[in-house]
């Protein structure tokens, strides 16, 4: 069983960043970021696969940055030009596939955080 508790979410204005922190309580393979907006359904953000790759969903493609530290089964996002349709609830995920293509399969994850608020509005 793995545990997963996320940090860093907060209230910040268009353009502004955060970072996102996920920690395991134990070995992972894969880890991903999902997000869900009021109203809409869960959506995969990020990842980084058991092989050490990394995929983006398009709509954050060149302002966030996945990262994972093997040693802690520690995943983080960095988020830059942040947009108000960001904002959303954020959970981290762990799976035991490897494969890159699965990264934003929400059913190849096994266990899930509680989420992180993130807000962006003026």
């Known amino acids: 069983q793995v545990q997963l508790v996320e940090s860093g979410g907060g209230s910040v204005q268009p353009g502004g960043s955060l970072r996102l922190s996920c920690a395991a309580s134990g070995h992972t393979s894969s880890m991903g970021w999902f997000r869900q907006a009021p109203g809409k359904e869960r959506e995969g953000v990020a990842g980084?696969?058991?092989?050490?790759?990394?995929k983006y969903a398009d709509s954050v493609k060149g302002r966030f940055t996945v990262s994972k530290d093997n040693a802690k089964s520690n995943l983080y996002l960095q988020m830059s030009s942040l947009k108000p349709e960001d904002t959303g609830m954020y959970y981290c995920?762990?799976?035991?596939?490897?494969?890159?293509?699965?990264?934003?399969?929400?059913?190849?994850?096994?266990?899930w955080g509680q989420g992180t608020q993130v807000t962006v509005s003026s």
């Open positions: 980084v696969s058991g092989d050490g790759s990394t």
């Open positions: 995920a762990a799976g035991a596939f490897a494969s890159r293509a699965w990264i934003l399969s929400q059913s190849r994850y096994d266990y």
